[in-house]
């Protein structure tokens, strides 16, 4: 599995928000499923898909999913080496969307995927760096029949409930309600851990 896919939360996170670090390149990227903007009007998902570059290695891209709220303004301000992009379906569907040399965004039938290009990866089971030339990961797909509901892969939408239960425990007085939360924190976690080193490195 790729190493640190799916883990920003476990380190990156202060005060419910997100720390960015000086030696990455962070691509926030925001894409509005519900194929209706009108005009001038922007409609915005409730969370961003992070794709996080190392400076100084520019063939490792890792993938987080963030809700909105876990975005600082002014460390923002402060990295400058962010950049964001907000996305309609509709822009998907004649064209690719490229965010960097090796980072390009796709819609095919009803999944919506990202291409990473010549990236180095970390095989845990082969315990060695593996270099792939082109990797698809799948972002969220479509549901067939309803077209403004999207279904998030098992692995962001743990993370994403991996971060909203954070968000409560910092909140909680209660000390057994605290314990509770923490235990189920660290089950979540056990689970994520679970899916993402059950994937391997697969050239497309």
């Not at 380190?11 to 720390?19: A, G």
């Not at 000086?22 to 969370?47: C, H, Q, W």
């Not at 909680?172 to 979540?188: A, Q, R, S």
């Amino acid at each position: 599995m790729f190493k640190r896919m799916n883990d920003i939360h476990n380190d990156c996170l202060r005060q419910n928000k997100l720390v960015l670090d000086k030696e990455y390149r962070y691509d926030f990227i925001n894409i509005e499923t519900t194929g209706v903007m009108m005009l001038d009007s922007i409609a915005i998902a409730p969370y961003f898909f992070v794709f996080t570059t190392k400076l100084n290695s520019p063939f490792t891209v890792y993938i987080n999913i963030m809700p909105n709220d876990c975005i600082d303004p002014l460390q923002i301000t402060k990295h400058q080496n962010c950049y964001f992009k907000y996305i309609n379906l509709r822009d998907l569907k004649n064209e690719n969307l490229k965010i960097h040399d090796n980072l390009m965004i796709k819609k095919k039938s009803n999944e919506v995927f990202v291409s990473i290009f010549d990236q180095i990866y970390y095989h845990l089971r082969d315990d060695e760096e593996v270099k792939v030339e082109k990797v698809n990961y799948l972002l969220f797909a479509i549901a067939r029949y309803f077209n403004s509901e999207i279904l998030l892969p098992p692995n962001f939408s743990l993370q994403l409930n991996i971060i909203e239960k954070l968000f409560y425990y910092y909140e909680i007085e209660d000390l057994d309600e605290h314990e509770k939360t923490y235990d189920e924190i660290v089950k979540l976690n056990k689970e994520l851990e679970h899916i993402t080193t059950q994937k391997r490195l697969v050239p497309n």
